[in-house]
Nanobody, 122 residues
Framework: QAQLVESGGGLVQPGGSLRLSCAGS????????IGWFRQAPGKEREGVSY????????EYADSVKGRFTISRDKAKNTVYLHMNSLKPEDTAVYYC???????????????WGQGTQVTVSS
């Protein structure tokens, strides 16, 4: 059964860093566009970043540009989201997802993980 499993969330102070991981099980992540999304309480799920199948293309939402970096470790079948200079408004449940076409639209993504909570607070 194909699964995506996120990990690495937690509580961090403003200005701190976290690295989220998205591991594939029964799914070879290098064959897919992998995106990260987040959903804060009372808000819609929004696209944060994606990495293309050949890794040449990455895209970021304006709200995270310059602070977040997406990367892929093909040997570990894992995609990472490195988050620096975290702000309270980054607090959300973060999800990774897999798609065949690039973009930050939810409808493109057919496989989703269960999410990991990130809380930025002092």
């Amino acid at each position: 059964q194909a699964q995506l499993v996120e990990s690495g969330g937690g509580l961090v102070q403003p200005g701190g860093s976290l690295r989220l991981s998205c591991a594939g099980s029964g799914l070879t992540l290098r064959d897919y566009v992998i995106g990260w999304f987040r959903q804060a309480p009372g808000k819609e799920r929004e696209g944060v970043s994606y990495i293309g199948r050949r890794d040449a293309v990455t895209e970021y939402a304006d709200s995270v540009k310059g602070r977040f970096t997406i990367s892929r470790d093909k040997a570990k079948n894992t995609v990472y989201l490195h988050m620096n200079s975290l702000k309270p408004e980054d607090t959300a449940v973060y999800y990774c997802a897999a798609a065949l076409s690039p973009g930050l639209w939810r409808a493109l993504y057919g496989y989703w993980g269960q999410g990991t909570q990130v809380t930025v607070s002092s």
